[in-house]
């Protein structure tokens, strides 16, 4: 028998972001929550992902709690930098839009395991595809959120209002007219089109950042690139090592600092007892895979000539560059500057 494919799983962040903008339109909070099946323990998780069955009940039943058939599209409006995690700062700190564009294009798999975007060049035009891989298609108010959050958030890094050259959906017209979409876009959209995409003039996409932050970025690009490679892996087997499991989740969230062994124990479904009990199994602790996470991310880093040595410290989690170059001479016997030039 052929096994079946994993059921689609996003963000969290998600789902907090509809239950916040939910909330502050008088919806109960909790209730929404029990009915879509959102645990809210995944509100204060950064790193919690949940069935995309759960994100779409969440948009559905927000916009028939507020009765408004364009609760997503006005959600895109309430965006603030951070909504998304290391996605939305990647985007954030690039140097123009469409560098960001490009951003989201290679990270969005970080908050989305269906969800693509492609960058279409047409004459004078960028075109911003989005779409689900496979047959299935993103519900209505997900769709109207995530192309108007392309233009909130260009405008936002911009410095002034962008407004898109066309807008096409793949769904149906909802009720409400098309001045609201007007509003966001500055163009009315078209609908029942093959594909969502958003048109953006290509002297918009090109004009530069003003606020953009080069070492902020950098810092951001290789943390994202370290998330985007640990996702990439394969999905743990039944007879994986724990070791394993326990130190992908430690490279996933050290640039938020080393996690305790409560912490991954947490999000592996276990007690800290039972992951202990089976570490020590396998005949090890929890301290050295720590260690060894941290050693290997620090190889990583070191050969990035991008990243200053302080950016890579804090990377590692460590909180200040001493303890990270006494930990690098007791890895390697070499100070991170001396392994750094020895691979130049």
Request: charged share 25%; hydrophobic share 45%.
């Amino acid at each position: 028998m052929r096994a079946h494919a994993p059921a689609p799983r996003v963000s969290a962040r998600i789902g907090a972001l509809i239950v916040q903008v939910a909330a502050v339109r008088g919806v109960d909070a909790k209730a929404l929550m029990t009915e879509a099946g959102f645990d809210p323990a995944w509100l204060h998780d950064a790193e919690a992902r949940m069935p995309l069955a759960v994100e779409e009940c969440l948009w559905n039943g927000a916009a028939a709690r507020t009765g408004d058939p364009l609760f997503g599209l006005r959600a895109a409006q309430s965006l603030r930098p951070g909504a998304f995690d290391v996605l939305d700062y990647a985007v954030r700190t690039a140097p123009d839009l469409r560098s960001a564009l490009q951003r989201l294009v290679r990270y969005n798999r970080l908050v989305h395991d269906l969800a693509t975007f492609d960058l279409v060049p047409r004459g004078e035009t960028l075109r911003v595809e989005h779409r689900f891989d496979g047959a299935t298609r993103p519900c209505r108010q997900a769709a109207e959120f995530t192309l108007a959050s392309i233009v909130v958030v260009a405008s936002q890094i911009g410095g002034e209002p962008v407004q898109a050259l066309a807008v096409e959906f793949a769904h149906a017209a909802p009720e409400g007219g098309v001045e609201p979409f007007r509003q966001v876009f500055g163009v009315p959209p078209r609908f029942g089109a093959p594909v969502s995409c958003v048109v953006l003039a290509r002297e918009v996409v090109d004009r530069p950042v003003p606020a953009a932050d080069p070492g902020l970025s950098r810092i951001v690009m290789a943390h994202a690139e370290q998330l985007l490679a640990a996702l990439a892996a394969a999905r743990p087997a039944k007879d994986e090592r724990i070791a394993a499991q326990v130190s992908r989740q430690l490279a996933e969230g050290m640039a938020h600092g080393p996690m305790t062994l409560g912490q991954v124990a947490q999000r592996l479904h276990l007690s800290e007892r039972s992951l202990q009990r089976r570490l020590d199994a396998e005949g090890t602790r929890f301290a050295d895979l720590l260690d060894e996470v941290r050693r290997e991310l620090a190889l990583r880093y070191i050969a990035d000539e991008r990243l200053a040595l302080g950016e890579v410290a804090y990377l590692l989690g460590f909180a200040e560059p001493s303890p990270f170059h006494r930990a690098f001479k007791r890895w390697t016997g070499k100070t991170p500057a001396a392994a750094r030039r020895g691979l130049h």
